[in-house]
């Protein structure tokens, strides 16, 4: 098993309900030891013009699977709260699945990037993840809260 954190967020109506189903999605699938921290509202970025707020809230857990099955499993998911297969991350969604940590993997290929590559550059992955697991570390070493804490003031 290892341990993992997937980012749960959307914008649009529904979305509360879609994150919490999707938690129980991936309790049945196989991980193990789920755990949320409290939904956080932020605003867009870079999205279209006129997209709403979004919900964000971090999944920590652990799975005995694969990258790429837990990729897949998210994908899965994120249909079956009605997200089309093929969709542009500029518009709005009623929910989105995002691998951001897989124990210390470091990978690259044309389907994953493990850690997520703009997680660290986002308060929107970073807040809700730090009201979780503030001390879990990225592969360099660096924690949540330290990440956190080099972002820029609001």
Do not use: Y
Not at 42 to 69: I, K, N, R, Y
């Amino acid at each position: 098993m290892v341990e993992i954190v997937v980012m749960l967020g959307g914008d649009l109506p529904g979305t509360p309900a879609a994150m919490a189903a999707a938690v129980e999605k991936f309790r049945a699938a196989g991980v193990r030891n789920p755990r949320t921290g409290p939904p956080f509202r932020s605003a867009p970025e870079d999205c279209v013009p006129g997209t709403p707020d979004f919900w964000d809230m971090a999944l920590h857990g652990e799975w005995g699977g694969t990258p790429d099955e837990l990729l897949a499993l998210c994908q899965r998911i994120e249909r079956e709260a009605g997200r089309p297969a093929l969709h542009s991350s500029r518009e709005a969604r009623i929910l989105d699945c995002d691998i951001i940590l897989f124990g210390r993997l470091v990978l690259e290929t044309p389907r994953l990037t493990i850690p997520h590559p703009r997680a660290r550059r986002r308060r929107f992955v970073l807040e809700p993840l730090a009201a979780l697991a503030p001390r879990l570390r990225f592969p360099d070493g660096t924690t949540v809260a330290e990440a956190l804490a080099q972002l820029p003031s609001v």
